[in-house]
């Protein structure tokens, strides 16, 4: 009885090694804007947007390193890797937003800069030579092996920017205002102020341009 028992218990170790060695996999939010035939944009997480609005979705997420496949013959159609930061839209409309007519009289709008870090992420900015980042490197010991007992280091690296043309300056600007509303909806209690001032700022240079899609207000009369 003794020599069945523990066979048996031999079996389930074996069963329950390989779940025991696989790795957890990486978890990931995806968040939906969806923006109504008026031009209202609403963010959610985790719900898609209703029949008929215009989808776009952010994948939040880490993709854990995994040892490179085998090499495989090419296989036609193979959808797009998962592009994670981004809004990309799904579906729905693509209602574009305009000026508005009464604003051409306004200025243009400040000059902006697409930038590219050494990453590969890109970004408007509103200079042409943004500081310097640190890269962070490894340290390694006599042997080769990452050793953190010897410090940190990093190597300086620049962004590269290029200035956006005057014909792509309000799209640029819409979509910095994307971008920030984005941050300030889903900011937490410690950075909410500061993501309100990065919003109400991008938003007044929008209104005080030519980009504005609405009818500036007339003059206060004194």
């Not at 051409?104 to 509103?126: H, K, M, N, V």
């Not at 971008?179 to 500061?194: I, K, P, Q, S, W």
């Amino acid at each position: 009885m003794r020599l069945r028992r523990s066979a048996c218990l031999l079996w389930l170790c074996a069963l329950a090694a390989p779940a025991l060695a696989a790795p957890a996999l990486a978890q990931e939010t995806v968040f939906y804007k969806c923006t109504d035939a008026q031009g209202r944009v609403s963010m959610q997480n985790g719900t898609p947007c209703a029949p008929g609005q215009r989808q776009e979705i952010r994948r939040v997420g880490e993709v854990r390193a995994v040892p490179a496949p085998p090499p495989k013959p090419p296989v036609p159609d193979v959808p797009a890797p998962v592009q994670y930061g981004e809004f990309v839209q799904v579906g729905g409309p693509r209602p574009q937003r305009t000026p508005a007519p009464e604003a051409a009289g306004l200025p243009p709008p400040p000059a902006l800069y697409q930038c590219r870090t050494w990453e590969g992420d890109t970004y408007y900015g509103e200079t042409a030579s943004p500081p310097a980042r640190c890269a962070p490197l490894q340290v390694v010991g006599i042997d080769g092996r990452p050793d953190p007992g010897l410090g940190a280091a990093c190597e300086v690296k620049h962004d590269d920017c290029a200035a956006v043309p005057d014909a792509q300056l309000c799209a640029a600007w819409y979509r910095r205002l994307d971008d920030a509303e984005f941050r300030l909806r889903y900011a937490g209690d410690d950075t909410r102020r500061a993501r309100q001032a990065e919003f109400d700022a991008i938003d007044a240079r929008i209104k005080a341009s030519r980009c504005s899609t609405t009818a500036p207000a007339p003059p206060a009369v004194p």
